[in-house]
């Protein structure tokens, strides 16, 4: 039995057959599956056997039980989001007339927002002030030069410890 046709490469009549009548090994039907899998012209053929016998009819009809479920299960989503929102609501509610966010921003009663934020700014400056004192009082005086001189000296440093350990 010859699957496929020498000439074009497709599946011949008689390897149609044997596929739709089972009576291939299994080699044979993976041979086959894997040509149908990217040849166009054979799949067509195939489907167009295939779909040569009556379709069967359910013995009830779906349609009605399938709506039934996809309803319910719409319900059962939209109650399920409806509670989040809800407690959700509640919740910021509660924290809301209980003051937590007030407290969590660190306004009192009479601060407002901006009262607040004028007060962290001026906080900052007075640490930025605090930490420029101490870096004056901690170093001499040095110039730029100074400084990249010093850097320099550190860096020739660096590259002769490493040419040392090196060797």
Not at 68 to 87: D, H, P, W
Request: hydrophobic share 40%; with cysteine.
């Amino acid at each position: 039995m010859t699957l496929f046709d020498d000439r074009t490469g497709h599946i011949t009549e008689e390897g149609f057959a044997a596929l739709a009548g089972d009576t291939l090994d299994e080699l044979s039907r993976l041979e086959l599956a894997e040509h149908l899998s990217f040849c166009d012209l054979c799949c067509a053929r195939y489907a167009q056997l295939t779909a040569q016998g009556p379709l069967e009819q359910p013995s009830q009809s779906l349609t009605e039980p399938t709506m039934t479920r996809i309803r319910g299960r719409g319900r059962v989503i939209l109650l399920r989001r409806a509670l989040k929102v809800s407690v959700a609501a509640c919740l910021a509610l509660t924290l809301w007339q209980t003051g937590a966010f007030s407290a969590l921003t660190g306004l009192s009663n009479g601060d407002t927002a901006s009262d607040w934020r004028l007060q962290i700014e001026q906080r900052r400056n007075l640490d930025a002030m605090q930490e420029l004192n101490e870096q004056q009082t901690d170093e001499p005086a040095q110039t730029l030069n100074m400084k990249i001189s010093s850097a320099v000296d550190h860096f020739f440093a660096a590259i002769q410890q490493k040419g040392e350990t090196d060797q």
